[in-house]
């Protein structure tokens, strides 16, 4: 082995363009390997930010529709005779987010989020009923009431 580095060493010494030769192909050779390596780990590094990019919009737009200021208007009628309820009083979730009811049963609550909420309908004859209100399915009903209603950006 020392014998073939003695050789180079000679071959070099005599031709120094071989020299150049073999130190830019060792070069090339270096970059194409590491290129190799290095172009995947980039590749998936552009898959994760478009993934990510694609993230963040999507919560961008759940932040837009979960931020107030939304408006519900709906309407509360008699489950059977169909008949608009103005005497109740609805409570949205707390009651100090109250609704009054017009002569048609339509009420308005101002500055909610677009989520589920429990609406309570508190009748004059003392009886009090739960009804689910949900921004993707706008009706709900009893045995004695039923309300319809849509959430709306302010």
């Not at 169909?82 to 109250?98: F, G, R, T, V, W």
């Not at 309908?121 to 849509?150: C, F, Y």
């Amino acid at each position: 082995m020392l014998d073939a580095v003695k050789q180079v060493r000679d071959t070099t010494k005599e031709k120094p363009a071989v020299t150049i030769i073999v130190t830019c192909i060792s070069v090339i050779g270096t970059i194409i390997v590491a290129a190799i390596g290095a172009v995947p780990a980039i590749m998936g590094r552009d898959a994760t930010i478009a993934a990510l990019q694609a993230k963040n919009v999507d919560l961008e737009k759940q932040v837009q529709d979960l931020t107030p200021p939304y408006t519900i208007h709906g309407v509360l009628r008699s489950a059977p005779g169909n008949k608009p309820i103005s005497d109740a009083q609805l409570y949205i979730a707390d009651p100090n987010n109250q609704a009054t009811l017009d002569d048609n049963g339509s009420f308005l609550v101002r500055n909610t989020f677009q989520r589920e909420y429990w609406l309570v309908v508190a009748e004059p004859n003392g009886k009090i009923q739960r009804l689910l209100m949900s921004p993707h399915v706008p009706t709900s009903e009893t045995s004695d009431v039923a309300i319809t209603w849509s959430f709306d950006k302010e």
